[in-house]
């Protein structure tokens, strides 16, 4: 393997699944195929959400991305949907806190030390 070349990411609703990841988060979509997939550019590997005709994985990764400021991205995408799972806290390498989006699925958010 050369390359993570996608997540998936099964979502109960696309358009607040993107609403999220996109307009909260700042994936940019690449690609939508109407309520069932759609692909955002993760920089370097995509993060694909899919629907329920398209959930081949049928269990939901948990994808983590790195911020400038956990706390502030904590604070915006919760303010957008999410739900927190735990709080910032300090890690051996870095600050991070898990979030739920709106449809279940767990991700981390991030910084270094």
């Known amino acids: ?13 696309l358009d607040k699944a993107i609403a999220l990841y996109s307009g909260a988060l700042g994936l940019a979509v690449r690609f939508r195929d ?7 550019d993760g920089g370097g590997t995509t ?9 081949v994985t049928g269990d939901a990764t948990a ?19 999410a739900e ?4 910032p806290e300090t890690g051996p390498h870095e600050i991070r806190a898990v979030l739920r989006d709106p449809s279940g ?6 910084s270094s030390l």
């Open 34 to 40: 109407g309520d069932r997939f759609a692909a955002l």
């Open 47 to 55: 993060v694909a959400l899919v629907a329920a005709g398209e959930r």
């Open 105 to 110: 699925n767990v991700f981390v958010l991030y």
């Open 84 to 87: 927190v799972v735990r709080e």
């Open 63 to 81: 994808p983590s991305y790195k911020v400038g400021d956990v706390a502030a991205a904590v604070r915006e995408l919760t303010g957008a949907g």
């Open 1 to 13: 393997m050369t390359k993570l070349g996608n997540i998936l990411i099964p979502v109960d609703d």
